[in-house]
C-alpha cells in the first residue's frame, strides 16, 4: 500500500475540515427537511467528504503535524486545524463518523483503549467515586488500583447483572459508572437502560465499554448510557494492525469538555496513519461483525453439545443465563465466546495446542480466529482455569468446526 501526504494550502485544508459534519448532514438530510439517520452500512461507508485538492474519493493520509491559519487575532476554534495534536483531517473524520455510528454529540480517538480509559479518569477529581464491573478487562482495574487510588479515586467492584448491588454501591461522591456489555472473558451482560437509570437517579454518569458489542449489535447511547469507550484495535480496524480507541459522548457537556482539553493538551491523540487505517477498516465493520456473529453461532452450536466441553458462554445462545437480556438489549452476539473445558486446566490447554486454524493469541476482533488460556496471562485473575477465550473470525464456520473437532477427539 502506498502512504501519500497532499499539499494543502491554508483555505482547502480548512474547508476539507470544516465540510466534514456538512457532508454528513447533507447525506442524512439531502432535502433539507428532518434529519435522517443513515443505517451503519451508510454512514461508514460515507465517512469523509471528496477530497477537495484531487478529486479522490479515498481520503488521502494527512501526516503533516502544522497546518497554516489565518492570523486574525481572535482565540482560535478546540478543533481548528492548526497542530495535529489538536486536529487532524483523517482524525476529525473518524472521529464524525464514530459519533454518527454511535448517535453521540462528539468523539475522541486516541492512541488505545486504555488510554481512552485513563484519560477519563484523570477527568475526575481526588475524592471521586467510580462503581465498576467486577469483570472488567484486568488492565483497567490496575489502573484504577494502582495509579488512581493512591492519587485518592476511589472504585468499587460490583456484579453488573445484580442491579440490587449497583445500587448498594453508589456513594454520595459516585460521579461514574462504568459497564462492559457483554463482559470479557466471562461474557457476563448487563441491564444498560435499568443501570443508567440507577446512575441518573444519583447524579452519575454511566459509561459503557461497547467493544465487543460494536455499534452494529448494540447502541449503549440510544439505552440511556452517557459515554461510550471502544477500542478500535477490535471489530473497528478489524483486521489486526492498528492501535486505537474512541471516547463518545452523548452531550458536550462540562465533563466531555474536560475530557476533551486532556486529550489535546496531553496529547493521547490517534496518529493520522491509524485513524486512516480505522476509517478503512470501519467501512466494512457491519458486514464483518454480521458474518463473525454468524460464524460464531455456529460454533457455539457445536461446541454446546460436545461432551468435552462443560459450558458455553455466548450471549445469543440459548443456553446463557442472560439470553432473554441479550435479545431484548443486542441485535447479533458478537464473535467472542468463552469455554469451559471439562476435564480441568491442562486440559483446556491441551486443546489449545492441538488447533490447527484458532491462533494462540490476544486481543479479537479481527480477520482470524483467536484462542487464548486468559488465566495465563491476566494478573492477579480470578478466571476459571479451565476456560478458553474464543475469538471467531472471517474462515468458514465449518472449516473452524473441523479444526475444533479433531482436536477435541
Same mark, same amino acid.
Given at each position: 500500500?502506498?502512504?501519500?501526504?497532499?499539499?494543502?494550502?491554508?483555505?482547502?485544508?480548512?474547508?476539507?475540515?470544516?465540510? $466534514?459534519? &456538512?457532508?454528513?448532514?447533507?447525506?442524512?438530510?439531502?432535502?433539507?427537511?428532518?434529519?435522517?439517520?443513515?443505517?451503519?452500512?451508510?454512514?461508514?461507508?460515507?465517512?469523509?467528504?471528496?477530497?477537495?485538492?484531487?478529486?479522490? $474519493?479515498?481520503?488521502?493520509?494527512?501526516?503533516?503535524?502544522?497546518?497554516?491559519?489565518?492570523?486574525?487575532?481572535?482565540?482560535?476554534?478546540?478543533?481548528?486545524?492548526?497542530?495535529?495534536?489538536?486536529?487532524?483531517?483523517?482524525?476529525?473524520?473518524?472521529?464524525?463518523?464514530?459519533?454518527?455510528?454511535? #448517535?453521540?454529540?462528539? &468523539?475522541?480517538?486516541?492512541?488505545?483503549?486504555?488510554?481512552?480509559?485513563?484519560?477519563?479518569?484523570?477527568?475526575?477529581?481526588?475524592?471521586?467515586?467510580?462503581?465498576?464491573?467486577?469483570?472488567?478487562?484486568?488492565?483497567?482495574?490496575?489502573?484504577?488500583?494502582?495509579?488512581?487510588?493512591?492519587? #485518592?479515586?476511589?472504585?468499587?467492584?460490583?456484579?453488573?447483572?445484580?442491579?440490587?448491588?449497583?445500587?448498594?454501591?453508589?456513594?454520595?461522591?459516585?460521579?461514574?459508572?462504568?459497564?462492559e456489555s457483554p463482559t470479557n472473558p466471562l461474557i457476563r451482560l448487563a441491564d444498560i437502560a435499568a443501570i443508567a437509570k440507577i446512575a441518573h437517579a444519583a447524579g452519575a454518569q454511566l459509561l459503557v465499554d461497547n467493544t465487543v458489542a460494536t455499534p452494529v449489535a448494540q447502541n449503549p447511547l440510544e439505552l440511556g448510557a452517557d459515554i461510550v469507550v471502544m477500542a478500535l484495535t477490535k471489530y473497528i480496524a478489524g483486521h489486526h494492525d492498528v492501535l486505537g480507541g474512541v471516547i463518545i459522548f452523548a452531550a458536550e457537556d462540562v465533563f466531555a469538555q474536560r475530557v476533551n482539553r486532556l486529550v489535546r493538551i496531553g496529547g493521547a491523540v490517534l496518529s493520522p496513519l491509524n485513524s486512516w487505517l480505522a476509517l478503512r477498516g470501519l467501512q466494512s465493520m457491519a458486514y464483518r461483525v454480521r458474518g463473525i456473529s454468524e460464524n460464531a453461532r455456529q460454533?457455539?452450536?457445536?461446541? &454446546?453439545?460436545?461432551?468435552?466441553? &462443560?459450558?458455553?458462554?455466548?450471549?445469543?445462545?440459548?443456553?446463557?443465563?442472560?439470553?432473554?437480556?441479550?435479545?431484548?438489549?443486542?441485535?447479533?452476539?458478537?464473535?467472542?465466546?468463552?469455554?469451559?473445558?471439562?476435564?480441568?486446566?491442562?486440559?483446556?490447554?491441551?486443546?489449545?495446542?492441538?488447533?490447527?486454524?484458532?491462533?494462540?493469541?490476544?486481543?479479537?476482533?479481527?480477520?482470524?480466529?483467536?484462542?487464548?488460556?486468559?488465566?495465563?496471562?491476566?494478573?492477579?485473575?480470578?478466571?476459571?482455569?479451565?476456560?478458553?477465550?474464543?475469538?471467531?473470525?472471517?474462515?468458514?464456520?465449518?472449516?473452524?468446526?473441523?479444526?475444533?473437532?479433531?482436536?477435541?477427539?
Open positions: 500500500m502506498a502512504l501519500f501526504s497532499v499539499c494543502l494550502s491554508e483555505a482547502s485544508a480548512q474547508k476539507r475540515y470544516a465540510t $466534514i459534519h &456538512a457532508e454528513q448532514d447533507k447525506l442524512r438530510n439531502p432535502q433539507g427537511g428532518t434529519s435522517v439517520k443513515l443505517r451503519p452500512e451508510t454512514a461508514a461507508v460515507h465517512n469523509s467528504p471528496v477530497d477537495a485538492g484531487s478529486g479522490a $474519493i479515498v481520503p488521502p493520509i494527512v501526516l503533516s503535524t502544522t497546518f497554516q491559519y489565518e492570523t486574525t487575532g481572535r482565540e482560535h476554534e478546540p478543533d481548528e486545524l492548526i497542530y495535529t495534536r489538536y486536529q487532524n483531517p483523517n482524525r476529525a473524520a473518524l472521529e464524525a463518523t464514530l459519533a454518527q455510528l454511535e #448517535g453521540g454529540a462528539v &468523539a475522541h480517538a486516541v492512541a488505545s483503549g486504555s488510554v481512552a480509559m485513563l484519560t477519563l479518569f484523570q477527568a475526575l477529581r481526588p475524592g471521586d467515586h467510580i462503581v465498576a464491573s467486577d469483570d472488567m478487562y484486568f488492565g483497567i482495574r490496575v489502573q484504577l488500583n494502582e495509579f488512581f487510588a493512591p492519587w #485518592g479515586l476511589r472504585a468499587s467492584y460490583v456484579d453488573m447483572s445484580d442491579l440490587d448491588a449497583v445500587r448498594a454501591a453508589i456513594r454520595a461522591q459516585t460521579k461514574l459508572v462504568i459497564l460454533v457455539a452450536d457445536f461446541l &454446546a453439545e460436545h461432551e468435552k466441553i &462443560a459450558q458455553v458462554l455466548y450471549p445469543h445462545h440459548p443456553s446463557h443465563p442472560q439470553y432473554d437480556l441479550a435479545r431484548r438489549q443486542m441485535r447479533m452476539g458478537s464473535g467472542l465466546m468463552s469455554i469451559l473445558v471439562a476435564g480441568g486446566r491442562q486440559n483446556a490447554i491441551d486443546l489449545v495446542n492441538k488447533l490447527r486454524l484458532f491462533t494462540s493469541a490476544t486481543s479479537f476482533g479481527g480477520t482470524h480466529s483467536l484462542i487464548e488460556h486468559r488465566e495465563s496471562i491476566e494478573e492477579d485473575s480470578d478466571t476459571p482455569a479451565n476456560l478458553l477465550r474464543i475469538a471467531i473470525g472471517l474462515e468458514h464456520p465449518a472449516d473452524l468446526i473441523a479444526d475444533l473437532q479433531q482436536a477435541l477427539a
